[in-house]
């Protein structure tokens, strides 16, 4: 076995939300698996600190702006050999605090934009032959934790990458999912601030008695854009401390009565 498959030597990897909990592990853990890191994200001042080859620079809830940054990257530089489609934002916890905006909203930055940024990569990457796709989604995609408009788009990705998967294999494009479970990072501020003790309630939940760290998800990653995943393309990875596996909740209240 040769095990520098399983590395991204060399490799161009364009990672959206760069700036953010999980994006940040992503260029750590990209760059020492040995691939070149474009970070993208909606202004410059979130990549401060990262060690990146280059940037862009994009609000993705426009998705008319996301594909012209891009487009503007892929004339100056071509495509990267792999994108990991990384940012992500929600607040709406709950049905009763979506209307209309809301809902438009966060499927425009969640999947409208995934869309927009990874498009025109996908047409060049087809044009050469091959080229990897990694789309952060959310166990919310499989089952539902809440934030019902944010869900709704994390499912979408999986269908968007399943799409991908079967009508651009044959140009050497490969599309993957990876479903975190829930990862403390700054995306979880809002709700510690409203609840302190928030992350103690999210614990029993979780088979392996803790949430996954950054860098776990990062891992993942490296593994779909390497070439040791050369045969796996379409497919969807809980990276979710086990969540996804059954209800521990279930069994611990009710069956062991605890
Ligand atoms: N943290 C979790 O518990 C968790 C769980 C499952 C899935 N995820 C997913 O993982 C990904 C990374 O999340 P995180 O926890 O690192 O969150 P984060 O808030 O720390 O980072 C999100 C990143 O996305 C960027 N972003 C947000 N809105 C944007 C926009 N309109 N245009 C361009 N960039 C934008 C932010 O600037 C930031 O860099 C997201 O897709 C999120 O949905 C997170």
Not at 50 to 71: H, W
Not at 130 to 155: C, D, Q, R, T
Not at 158 to 182: F, L, T
Request: with cysteine; net charge negative; proline share 4%.
């Amino acid at each position: 076995m040769n095990s520098a498959l399983f590395g991204v030597d060399g490799k161009t990897v364009l990672i959206s939300g760069a700036g953010g909990g999980i994006g940040r592990a992503m260029v750590q853990t990209f760059r020492e698996a040995g691939a070149n890191v474009i970070g993208a994200d909606r202004d410059e001042s979130l990549l401060e600190g990262l060690d990146l080859a280059g940037q862009v620079l994009f609000d993705q809830a426009n998705p008319k702006a996301t594909r012209a940054s891009i487009e503007r990257y892929l004339a100056a530089h071509g495509a990267p050999d792999a994108v990991v489609a990384n940012a992500g934002f929600t607040r709406a916890e709950l049905l009763e605090q979506l209307d209309d905006d809301v809902w438009a909203d966060e499927m425009a930055i969640n999947l409208g934009g995934a869309y927009a940024l990874t498009d025109p990569i996908i047409a060049a990457m087809a044009a050469r032959g091959s080229g990897s796709l990694v789309f952060i989604s959310s166990v919310n995609g499989l089952s539902h934790y809440g934030n019902p408009a944010y869900a709704a788009a994390k499912a979408g990705l999986i269908a968007y990458s399943k799409a991908i998967a079967v009508e651009r294999g044959r140009h050497g494009v490969r599309a993957n999912v990876i479903c975190p479970g829930s990862v403390r990072t700054p995306a979880w501020d809002h709700r510690l601030v409203n609840d302190p003790s928030v992350l103690d309630n999210v614990l029993p939940h979780y088979p392996l008695g803790r949430m996954v760290v950054p860098a776990e998800v990062a891992n993942a990653a490296v593994f779909f854009c390497s070439d040791a995943s050369s045969g796996i393309t379409g497919t969807v990875l809980p990276v979710d401390a086990g969540l996804m596996a059954g209800n521990l909740r279930f069994v611990d209240d009710v069956l062991r009565g605890k």
